[in-house]
C-alpha cells in the first residue's frame, strides 16, 4: 500500500480509501465487516461513510467492522458527515453517530453535499461552522472538512475561504475537466484531497473502450487504469472505492501493488489527449430524484449519458426500452420548475435533455 499526507493534518493516509455506500447486501453484516478487514489487512486505512448510506446500516457495519479491525490491530481513520446545519442538529446526530461507529471521535467530519455558495452561506448562517469548531474543540472530530457537488471555480471560492482541512469531491477520468480549479485551492491551503466516484457511477467499467485511452499496457484492465489515472495526481490524498464485497476489495488491492506512477508531464498529456465528450455526464447520484411532477430523472439521465458515449441513434430510447422500462415521453410532465437542475451535483442542463428525450422517435 502506498500513503500520502492528508493536507496540513500529518495524518498518512492509505491512496485507496475504502467507500461504505455500495455494501453488495448490507443485510449481511458479516461480508460487510468481512470486506472491511480485508481492505484493513490490505493497507488500506481510510473508511469513509454517512448517516445515509442504506439508512444507518453503512454506520453501523462501519461500527462492527471498524471495531474487527482495531482488534486485529491494525490503525484506521473514520470518516463520516452531516447534512444538518443548526447547532443542536448536528450535536444530535453526531452523538448518534459515535455510538453507531463505535468510536470516541471522527476523525474526518464533513459538511456534507455543498451544491451551490449559496446553500453553504445558509448553513454558515445556521451555526453549522461554529458548531464543528465547538466540536473540534471538545475532541469529538478531529479535522473539519467538506464534501462538495460545486464545480469549476465555485469549488475553488469555497475552498479558498481557508475554514476546511480537506474536502471529498467526485472526480474521474471523464469528469476531470470540471473539477480540475479544486486542485488549485487544494495546493494553496494546503488541503487533504479525498475523491469520490472514480469509477463515475459504473459507466466505465460498462464503457472499457471508450476510456482505453487511460491504459499503460493492453493487458491493463479499465478499472485499474482508471484508478491509477486519479493516484497519478499528487494532490489527491486518498481515493475512495464504493465496495461491495471482499473480492472487489482484492480486485482493488491488486491495482495498487501494479501500479506504475506517470510523472506529471505524463499524466498532462493523457489528460490533454482525453476525451472531451465525457464532460456533462450523469454520474446517478440521484440527488435530483424528488420530481413534484415525479419523472423518473436520473433514468432519463442514464439513458442521456448512453447517448453522449455511445453516440448511438436510438440509444435513448433502447436505454429506455430495454433498461429502464419506462417511456421517453415521461420526459414530457416537466413544468419546467428548475428544482432539479439546482440539486444537480453535475449541473446538468436536465430541463433541455428532458425536451430531447421527450422529442425522440426511433431511427430506423
Ligand atoms: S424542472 Fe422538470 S424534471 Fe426538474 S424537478 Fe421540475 S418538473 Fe421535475
Ligand atoms: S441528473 Fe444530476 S443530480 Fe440527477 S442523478 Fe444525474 S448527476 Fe445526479
Known sequence: MLYRTYG??????????FGGMRFA??????????????????????FDTAPAYFGTKSEETFG???AEI??????????????KSKPSEI???????????????????????VTNLANWQERKADGALEEFLRLKDE??????????????????ELLMEGVFEGVLFGYSAYNFRTREAAFDAIRAKGLGAVVMNPLGGGLIPQHPELFAFLKRHPSEGVVA???????????????LVGFGNDTEVKEALEAVEGYEPRDEGELAALKSAAASSFEGICTGCGYCDDCPQGIPIPKLMDAYNQQ????????????????????ASEAAACVECGQCEEACTQHLPIIERLQEIAAKEKVE
Do not use: P
Not at 139 to 156: A, F, M, N, P, R
Not at 225 to 238: G, Q
Not at 308 to 315: C, E, S, V
Open 25 to 46: 447486501d448490507i443485510e449481511n453484516r458479516e461480508a460487510g465487516v468481512r470486506a472491511m478487514v480485508a481492505a484493513a489487512e490490505g493497507g488500506v486505512n481510510y
Open 225 to 239: 487504469a482508471a484508478l491509477r489515472f486519479l493516484w497519478d495526481h499528487r494532490e489527491i490524498s486518498t481515493t
Open 308 to 327: 453522449i458515449l455511445t453516440q448511438g441513434k436510438n440509444a435513448i430510447l433502447d436505454r429506455l426500452a430495454w433498461h429502464w422500462s419506462i417511456k
Open 91 to 113: 450535536r444530535a446526530e453526531i452523538e448518534a453517530q459515535l455510538k453507531r461507529l463505535r468510536v470516541d471521535s471522527i476523525d474526518f467530519y464533513h459538511i456534507w453535499c
Open 64 to 66: 462492527e467492522g471498524l
Open 139 to 156: 475532541g469529538l472530530i478531529k479535522h473539519i472538512c467538506v464534501s462538495s457537488h460545486l464545480i469549476g471555480d465555485e469549488i475553488k
Open 8 to 17: 496540513k493534518t500529518g495524518k498518512e493516509v492509505s491512496i485507496l480509501g
Open 70 to 83: 482495531k482488534r486485529r490491530g491494525h490503525d484506521y481513520f473514520v470518516s463520516t458527515k452531516t447534512f
